[in-house]
């Protein structure tokens, strides 16, 4: 008995131990990093994260890149009458000063095309995030299967 709780508490620690802490660059916080996974030879896949500006001037994420992907993009989601669109926001995402920005399912995300590989739950990847002020920052993100529920609710979640 007291094997199967060890590794029942070492299952635990270590899926509890993959996603990262909050990451500060200057006055942005960095946070709940993710890429969805992907089945064998799928071209695309999204990333997702929390993005805090304690700065007193709004910031603005410019690109993503990664070296799993030739193409990073910064996608929103919205309803336009019944049909959800997904669009790429060429300018880049404004993080205004004293506010948060959650990059999630059925909202703005980062799209990944073109993969070179296939993404794996519980891999943890290197993403390069570019801001306009600040310069470019490399931040981890864990792989992980997005629960049905997320795109089924996606109306809810916009911004």
Do not use: C
């Not at 993080?95 to 999630?104: F, Q, R, T, V």
């Not at 943890?124 to 310069?135: A, V």
């Amino acid at each position: 008995m007291r094997v199967f709780i060890l590794f029942i508490t070492l299952i635990i620690g270590s899926v509890a131990g993959t996603y990262a802490e909050p990451l500060k660059f200057n006055h942005i916080i960095i946070d709940n990093v993710w890429i969805k996974d992907t089945p064998p030879n799928h071209k695309t896949t999204a990333g997702y994260l929390t993005i805090e500006n304690l700065g007193d001037k709004d910031e603005r994420l410019l690109s993503v890149s990664s070296s799993f992907a030739t193409i990073g993009e910064i996608h929103q989601m919205k309803m336009d009458g019944e049909i959800m669109k997904m669009r790429p926001i060429p300018d880049g995402l404004i993080i205004p000063a004293g506010e948060s920005i959650y990059l999630k399912p059925g909202s703005f995300h980062l799209m990944f095309m073109k993969l070179n590989m296939q993404i794996i739950p519980m891999q943890t990847l290197e993403l390069t995030l570019t801001f306009e002020n600040l310069g470019s920052v490399i931040v981890p993100a864990t792989v992980k299967s997005a629960p049905a529920s997320d795109n089924s609710n996606s109306k809810k979640h916009n911004h």
